[in-house]
């Protein structure tokens, strides 16, 4: 078993499908994944299981991949483990946290923007376009950008783990550019096919670094490290126009309002 442990999960999964499957219902979901290049072994530290469900799970993926051999349930294995409920996060990821309550927000208006675009004989493209500039200024320069120059960077842009992350930043982008072409285009499809795409992906991302990433890393980081985080942080945020906050704030208070009238 040890060294299907050393293997990446790609692998594992195209050689045994069902351990798909079964990570799925622990709510590991590395089937869906378009890297795959993790290690079984990071992918059951990284997910903060308990021993318990840890010892379960690689007794269930055993019997898969050793079909008739009599497999018996590993001894737990004591490791720090954050105890399950509310996540408690270090000040500077807690920022990343709150940064993302907001981009959330604007996520849940993308089903009835799209909507709203569907059923206009003349879709107000520049409102898109607004939008645009949202995700461009705000989830992407100015959050996404944090994690990519400070955090990831100090946490290792060569983990599998944040390669799948930098790939949905990267995937997020490309979505952006064919909004921006649909509504040059003034061709409603193609701006609803990547508004969709695009919630559909952050939806995932933003999930997967609260609840699973960002723990990781904050059980990692020493003392200093979360002062040396908040400090880069709180620079970058510095930088930024006074207003910047409450420019974008207003926008998606505006876009509700909008969204809210038309309902
Ligand atoms: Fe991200
Ligand atoms: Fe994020």
Redesign the pocket.
Known sequence: MEEFLNKNIKYIIAQYPEVGKILERYNIGCTTCSVGSCLLKDIIEIHNLSPEVEAELLYEIERVVFPGKEVKKRPLRQRAVRPQGEIKYSPPIKKLVDEHVLIKRFIALIEPLCALVDSSKEPDFGLILDCVDFIRNYADKY??LK?EDVLFKRIGEDLDIIKV?LE??TTGRNHVKQIIEGARAKDKAWVIEHLKGYKELLTQ??KK?DEILYPWIDRGLSTSDVGKLYVEFSEKDASLPDDFQKRYQDFVKQVEDTLNKRR
């Open positions: 959050h996404h994690e992350m949905d930043h991302h933003i670094e």
